[in-house]
């Protein structure tokens, strides 16, 4: 299921080649290593599906700051107006604050809630 290639070259006369490969795994087996399994019922090559799931988790930090830091209301009672009203006025807010972080070099790392309470 999983395949990992690698490779070395190494000009250590110190040592062996299986000593070698041991020093490389050392330093790269940390305790931190993992997988994860995206599933989908579309027919999608590994890194189409990959690029999928980065692109979701944009869209979710987005969403996510536009209900607790720009605190659009739930938008489930709303007519379809008004919640593509709120959803735009809520993405011009965010670009506001994007277009303040890339001009003013204090704020880059400031949190949106702190910058809208500015």
Known sequence: ?????YSFRTKLFELSDEE?????KASLINGREGFFCLKSNR?????DALITYRKKDSIEKIF?????????????VWSDDSIYG??????IAQLFISLMRDE???????????????
């Open 20 to 24: 070698a490969i041991e020093l490389l």
């Open 43 to 47: 027919d999608l090559t590994l890194e």
């Open 64 to 76: 996510h700051s536009l209900k607790n830091e720009i605190n659009i209301k739930p938008l489930r």
């Open 1 to 5: 299921m999983i395949e990992i290639n």
């Open 86 to 91: 709120a959803i735009i006025l809520g993405f």
């Open 104 to 118: 003013f070099e204090g704020i880059k790392h400031v949190s949106t809630k702190f910058i809208k309470k500015a």
